[in-house]
């Protein structure tokens, strides 16, 4: 089970305002960097100022409205015909660059270590990977959590909110990152093996 489950209904949400982008000329690739770049902005900010804490907070609230924009990206692509090859691996890249770029300020903070947040951002680079490999067997491009980008945009959302909020944070926070670390691992697993099964039944 995983967040993503829920995808459909916040699409259903901001389909009239795709709709609008769409009408206003805005490309499904324009969002996707825009969403990336923002990103950028985002982590480098909270990594400049992380000894004031209080810019943590934005991460949960860019964690949502990053989502906003993944789906509305993925909905102008499908839904108003602006699939495109480039868009594909701008999708897969970007999304890949800016997770990693949110996730690192987190190894400034104790008492997460740079060793498990590290690990983490590898982790969670390789599942994204295993999931498009998917599409090189005959499958779909896998989703399958328990830790998958959703489910970690929660994750690190609420840790920034927690940090904002109530930091210091107490010493047993440290096992968050190997909780997570393995939970991708079993993300990875779970997507490769659900990929053979549907690329053989294929």
Known sequence: MSIYALKPRFQSLLRPMTAALARAGVTANQVTLAACVVSLAVAIFVAWRSDERWPFLLVPLWMFLRMAFNAIDGMLA??????????????????VVSDSALYLPFALIAPFSVWTVGAVVLLAAISEYAGVLGLMVGASRRYDGPMGKSDRAFVFGALGLWIGVASPLPAWAAYVMPVVAVALVVTIVNRVRRGLAEGTLA
């Open 78 to 95: 499908r839904e108003f015909g602006q699939k495109t090859r480039l868009g594909a691996y701008l999708n897969e890249l970007t999304d």
